[in-house]
T-cell receptor
Framework: AQSVTQPDIHITVSEGASLELRCNYSYGATPYLFWYVQSPGQGLQLLLKYFSGDTLVQGIKGFEAEFKRSQSSFNLRKPSVHWSDAAEYFCAVVRQKGAQKLVFGQGTRLTINP | ETGVTQTPRHLVMGMTNKKSLKCEQHLGHNAMYWYKQSAKKPLELMFVYSLEERVENNSVPSRFSPECPNSSHLFLHLHTLQPEDSALYLC???????????????FGPGTRLTVL
């Protein structure tokens, strides 16, 4: 089935450490790709998106993501995490141009150790 | 108020109750969405409205009844729900439905629904 996979349900890193959250999709063509963050009690906030062009995209809050077509991946990275980054992170895709239906992964919960 | 607001933030209801969730967007958008976020499951799109007309219904049971009286407001009417309907219900809005590109969806904080 076509889907979005986030292999890590829960990740714990120390404050100041680097972070990489994984996302893989299984669609034939390259979809539009997104990362959202959800802090406790909050809605989803868009961190960054990839439509085309440069495969390394910069987002808000110091996050970046790299699209790798050969691996059908769109992993999220941050060089140094802060305690405020503790949240749930969702990878999502829109399958085709002109569509609006977001298909989400299961999410990765990030815990930050002081 | 700014962005997308949802009321109530928390709701507990019995299986025989009727209640409604409200969403309001202050962004001048003309498309609105309902999503369901259950524990251990990905976010699921439930309904999409564009210019107050329903354009997508993702096989949602009839005990969930959406209503979009104008482009700023979206309701989800609930009746005879089941405990498995307990979830976080998120509303979103966007400026149109994409056309040749994608229009970013802006999300509200959600309503945490518990069905007893």
């Amino acid at each position: 089935a076509q889907s979005v996979t986030q292999p890590d349900i829960h990740i714990t890193v120390s404050e100041g450490a680097s972070l990489e959250l994984r996302c893989n999709y299984s669609y034939g063509a390259t979809p539009y790709l997104f990362w959202y963050v959800q802090s406790p009690g909050q809605g989803l906030q868009l961190l960054l998106k990839y439509f085309s062009g440069d495969t390394l995209v910069q987002g808000i809050k110091g996050f970046e993501a790299e699209f790798k077509r050969s691996q059908s991946s769109f992993n999220l990275r941050k060089p140094s995490v802060h305690w405020s980054d503790a949240a749930e992170y969702f990878c999502a895709v829109v399958r085709q141009k002109g569509a609006q239906k977001l298909v989400f992964g299961q999410g990765t919960r990030l815990t930050i150790n002081p | 108020e700014t962005g997308v607001t949802q009321t109530p933030r928390h709701l507990v209801m019995g299986m025989t109750n009727k209640k409604s969730l409200k969403c309001e967007q202050h962004l001048g958008h003309n498309a609105m969405y309902w999503y369901k976020q259950s524990a251990k499951k990905p976010l699921e799109l439930m309904f999409v409205y564009s210019l107050e007309e329903r354009v997508e219904n993702n096989s949602v049971p009839s005990r969930f009844s959406p209503e979009c009286p104008n482009s700023s407001h979206l309701f989800l009417h609930l009746h005879t729900l089941q405990p498995e309907d307990s979830a976080l219900y998120l509303c979103a809005s966007s400026q149109g439905l994409g056309g040749l590109s994608y229009n970013e969806q802006f999300f509200g904080p959600g309503t945490r629904l518990t069905v007893l």
